[in-house]
């Protein structure tokens, strides 16, 4: 390999996970601005960050997920379910205990996946496959198949309202984030959470209790669906138990391995998700400015997605990394 | 710091284009209409984007439409785009009516104007064009009394195949079926909900129907698609149980051709995306909309009537 060209590309690699999707979203914005001058105005950069957030705050208990080695394919029911349930008591309980109510359902379904894996030794692929369709169906049962609609302010103001001029859902969101890298980086938890991931009988051997994490990461999962969930019934004004979560895991998963972390397990990229969910959001947005037909933003999504691992690879192999 | 400083990237990006962008504004004359799209997958869907499409540019209105891709969440992202592009009037056919509440109150807020083509609303919309789809449920009931006396067949036996809750407007065809079936003195036998709603979902509720009742006279579904999943339900079973469809799309069309389908209701869907521009113009001239629901009427066609039905459909969608 020629000397300069390849210190080049080994610097870019080297950098790629902290900057290359931003650099990509500059590129992409800047790309956008100038094609559409409705896209580079600043109300619609930022409606579109707030957006973002419906897969966002949703990826990041996904990541932790996939990082310690499992799957959960059953968040867009775990949405619908919570949704239904916390909207239909905001007129017992107010607004405020229902949107408690909504993440701790999630959370509960979090708690039951985990549960599977754990004690009944249940893969969480087939767990999550089969409670998917378990979660949907009590949310239909529940609501007779209707949509529960949402009036409360509160809740309402979650999703439209402002905090000193940044939509609410933004601020939701870096909290959430901000929370979820530190959890990830610098506690015990996080450290065990990848070495879970990376070789599982290792971390046992090391006294890790491989369940607990496990359990935890299912917990994390239903709660940051539940506050995902709370934001999207916020946008949207009512929860739909049919419509509500459709698509929503395979959405979620996207931005997750878009964002860099590796489907096999170990080290993840927590930010990366963000920037991901920042990143497609901002793709289909421009898209859609422009009159693309939907189906080539379909296209487009799912050559980014191919074009991201493929970058991964190459990545991993000049840094002489660990195979994806 | 590497994580902050790649945000601060991102922020820096996004705050320079956004002046950029801003300085190049200038005080938009013109009228735009942005239109706000369930999918374009369905020929009824491609008759109203035609309707609202030919109105704007036989108006003089730019137009801009944006494809909701079955997406209740991008349906509303897509909204609050429009009105961020500050467009003059919005139409929509949301493919969840009951979603766009917030959307809807920040487009008024915005004063623009919005109007719903068919499907249903929420929140303070100016108007909603839809079908008289109670009207509709009964001239399916009436149609298939009129049959039966006709053929001689005896049974009172019938069905019904619903579209989903959420749509409350179509859930008024199974309403007004129903309830002109119990006037007539017919027993609704099975009252569905067709799932899923495609026609496949037609398919698997007309066989349970069959099931639970194989001597069921006459069943109506409420969805084109759904209609003729069920009358290829009959046929395969050897039935002759009588279906009457709703929309007047090219498959239930071909459907009665091949006589499979005795009846269908049919919509003006070119009409309702049509109209429903005209309305914003009546609005931009000072006339007052809010929360109105404006009826159309619809059609009963037969296996006799579909030919001329199908030349005056495709001559609106050659213009």
Known sequence: MNGARGSARVWIASRWDSFGLPALIAVLVLVFSLLSSTFASGYNLFSNLAFSSLVGIGAIGMVFCIMSGDFDISVGSMSALAGVLGASLVGRIGGVGAVLVTVATATVCGIVNGVFVTKLRIPAFITTLGMQYVYRAIAYIYTSNTPVYIKDPFWLFLGSGTVLGIPLPIIITAICFAAAVYVLRKTPFGRSVIAVGTNKTAAMLSGINVDFIKNMVFVLVGFFVGVATVVTASYLGSVNPGMTGQGYEFQVITVVVLGGTALTGGNGNMLGAFFASLFLTYLQNGLGLKQVNSYWQFVATGLVLIFAVGINRVKSALLGQREL | ?319
């Open chain 2, 1 to 319: 710091m590497k994580k902050i400083l790649s945000i601060l990237l991102v922020l820096a990006v996004m705050a320079g284009t956004a002046f950029a962008g801003g300085a190049g504004e200038g005080a938009k004359k013109e009228v735009t209409i942005g239109f706000s799209l369930w999918t374009m997958k369905y020929t009824f869907f491609q008759a109203v984007e035609k309707g609202v499409r030919d109105a704007c540019k036989e108006l003089g209105y730019k137009y801009i439409m944006i494809d909701q891709n079955e997406d209740a969440t991008k349906m509303v992202n897509d909204l609050n785009s429009l009105v961020g592009q500050k467009v003059t009037g919005i139409v929509i056919t949301p493919v969840d009516p009951g979603a766009i509440g917030p959307a809807v109150q920040k487009a008024r807020d915005a004063k623009i104007p919005v109007v719903c083509a068919d499907i249903g609303k929420t929140g303070p919309v100016n108007a909603l064009m839809i079908s008289n789809n109670k009207k509709g449920g009964e001239m399916a009931m009436e149609y298939m009394d009129k049959l039966f006396k006709e053929k001689g067949i005896e049974s009172k036996k019938v069905g019904v195949g619903r579209v989903q809750p959420q749509y409350t407007y179509a859930s008024q065809r199974g309403d007004g079926f129903v309830a002109k079936a119990k006037e007539l003195g017919y027993s609704v036998v099975s009252d569905l909900v067709t799932q899923p709603p495609t026609a496949e979902g037609g398919y698997d509720t007309m066989q349970q129907m069959l099931s639970a009742n194989p001597d069921i006279a006459g069943v109506f579904f409420a969805s084109g698609r759904e209609a003729v999943g069920a009358a290829n339900a009959i046929k395969a079973a050897g039935k002759s149980t009588l279906v009457v469809g709703y929309n007047g799309d090219p498959e239930e069309i071909q459907a009665m051709k091949d006589g499979i389908m005795a009846g269908d209701i049919a919509q003006q869907p070119y009409y309702i995306g049509y109209q429903s521009v005209m309305i914003l113009k009546d609005i931009f001239a000072g006339k007052t909309y809010e929360d109105a629901v404006v009826p159309v009427d619809v059609a009963l066609l037969t296996p006799d009537t579909v030919d001329d039905f199908q030349k005056k459909v495709d001559a609106l969608m050659k213009k």
